[in-house]
C-alpha cells in the first residue's frame, strides 16, 4: 500500500519540479538566445546613435524631405533605411526571441514590425527619388539603387506571402509546416540583402579621410554586426509560453 502510494507520488505533476529548476540541456540554450539578442539591441542602438551623429554633424543637420536644400532631403534617406528599415527589420525578426508571450503575440508583434519597417522603406526611397529629382540627376544607375530597389520589392512580397499564409487566411496546418522554413529563410535572405544594400550606400559617399569617413565605416561595421547577431538569433531557439 505504502509502495503504491509513494509511486503516485512520484508520477503526480503537482510534484514535478519547475523548468528553472530542472538541469536540461535546453535551458542554456535559451540563456544564450537572450544573450545574443541584448547584443543585438545594443549594436542597432549604435548603429542609431552613429547615424544620428553622422546626419546632424556631417551632413548639414536634420533630414527634411519638404526642404529647399536638397542635402536635408538627403538625410532623410539614411536616417530612415538604417535606423527605420534595416533596425526595425531585425528586430521584428528577433520578436519571437525577445518577447516572452504566446505565439499569436509573437506573431502579430512580428508582422507589425515588418509593416513597419515595409512603410519606411518606401518613404526612404522616396527620399532618394526626390534627392535626385531636385539635383537633376539620373536615378536607378548605380548598383545601390538596383539592390535597394530589387530588396524593397522582394521585402514587399515576403510580408504579403507571410500575411496571407501565416495570419489572415492561414493555410492549412500542414501547408504552414511546409511553408515555415521557407519564409523563415527567405526573410533572413532578404534581411541580409538590406545590409549589403546598406554597405554600397556607404561605398557611395564622397567622404574626405578623417573622421566622417571613420564613422561611416563604424557605421558600416556595426550594421554587419547587427546582422551577425540577428542571423544567430534566428538559429537559437525560440522563447515563448
Same mark, same amino acid.
Not at 561611416?216 to 540577428?230: D, H, Q, S
Given at each position: 500500500?505504502?509502495?503504491?502510494? %509513494?509511486? $503516485?507520488?512520484?508520477?503526480?505533476?503537482?510534484?514535478?519540479?519547475?523548468?528553472?529548476?530542472?538541469?536540461?540541456?535546453?535551458?542554456?540554450?535559451? &540563456?544564450? +538566445?537572450? $544573450?545574443?539578442?541584448?547584443?543585438? $539591441?545594443?549594436?542597432?542602438?549604435?548603429?542609431?546613435?552613429?547615424?544620428?551623429?553622422?546626419? %546632424? $554633424?556631417?551632413?548639414?543637420?536634420?533630414?527634411?524631405?519638404?526642404?529647399?536644400?536638397?542635402?536635408?532631403?538627403?538625410?532623410?534617406?539614411?536616417?530612415?533605411?538604417?535606423?527605420?528599415?534595416?533596425?526595425?527589420?531585425?528586430?521584428?525578426?528577433?520578436?519571437?526571441? +525577445?518577447?516572452? @508571450?504566446?505565439?499569436? +503575440?509573437?506573431?502579430?508583434?512580428? &508582422?507589425?514590425?515588418?509593416?513597419?519597417?515595409?512603410? &519606411?522603406?518606401?518613404?526612404?526611397?522616396?527620399?532618394?527619388?526626390?534627392?535626385?529629382?531636385?539635383?537633376?540627376?539620373?536615378?536607378?544607375?548605380? &548598383?545601390?539603387?538596383?539592390?535597394?530597389?530589387?530588396?524593397?520589392?522582394?521585402?514587399?512580397?515576403?510580408?504579403?506571402?507571410?500575411?496571407?499564409?501565416?495570419?489572415?487566411?492561414?493555410?492549412?496546418?500542414?501547408?504552414?509546416?511546409?511553408?515555415?522554413?521557407?519564409?523563415?529563410?527567405?526573410?533572413?535572405?532578404?534581411?541580409?540583402?538590406?545590409?549589403?544594400?546598406?554597405?554600397?550606400? /556607404?561605398?557611395?559617399?564622397?567622404?574626405?579621410?578623417?573622421?566622417?569617413?571613420?564613422?561611416?565605416? /563604424?557605421?558600416?561595421?556595426?550594421?554587419?554586426?547587427? @546582422?551577425?547577431?540577428?542571423?544567430?538569433?534566428?538559429?537559437?531557439?525560440?522563447?515563448?509560453?
Amino acid at each position: 500500500m505504502r509502495r503504491a502510494e %509513494l509511486r $503516485h507520488r512520484r508520477r503526480s505533476p503537482c510534484n514535478e519540479r519547475p523548468l528553472d529548476a530542472m538541469p536540461n540541456t535546453v535551458k542554456p540554450a535559451f &540563456l544564450v +538566445t537572450a $544573450h545574443v539578442t541584448k547584443v543585438a $539591441h545594443v549594436l542597432a542602438f549604435t548603429v542609431f546613435v552613429l547615424v544620428l551623429a553622422w546626419v %546632424l $554633424h556631417f551632413r548639414g543637420g536634420a533630414a527634411r524631405l519638404h526642404s529647399d536644400d536638397p542635402n536635408l532631403i538627403f538625410n532623410v534617406h539614411p536616417l530612415v533605411m538604417c535606423m527605420g528599415f534595416i533596425l526595425v527589420i531585425g528586430e521584428g525578426i528577433m520578436a519571437y526571441k +525577445t518577447i516572452p @508571450a504566446r505565439k499569436e +503575440t509573437q506573431k502579430f508583434v512580428h &508582422l507589425m514590425l515588418q509593416l513597419v519597417a515595409l512603410g &519606411l522603406g518606401i518613404l526612404g526611397i522616396y527620399a532618394a527619388f526626390k534627392y535626385h529629382s531636385a539635383n537633376t540627376m539620373p536615378d536607378m544607375l548605380s &548598383l545601390h539603387s538596383w539592390l535597394g530597389m530589387l530588396t524593397i520589392c522582394l521585402f514587399g512580397l515576403q510580408w504579403l506571402f507571410g500575411f496571407v499564409n501565416f495570419w489572415f487566411l492561414k493555410a492549412s496546418e500542414p501547408t504552414r509546416i511546409l511553408l515555415l522554413p521557407l519564409h523563415v529563410s527567405a526573410g533572413l535572405a532578404i534581411f541580409l540583402l538590406t545590409v549589403c544594400t546598406a554597405e554600397t550606400g /556607404f561605398v557611395q559617399i564622397d567622404a574626405a579621410p578623417g573622421a566622417e569617413s571613420r564613422l561611416i565605416n /563604424f557605421t558600416g561595421l556595426f550594421i554587419l554586426l547587427f @546582422a551577425v547577431a540577428v542571423s544567430i538569433s534566428v538559429a537559437l531557439p525560440r522563447v515563448s509560453i
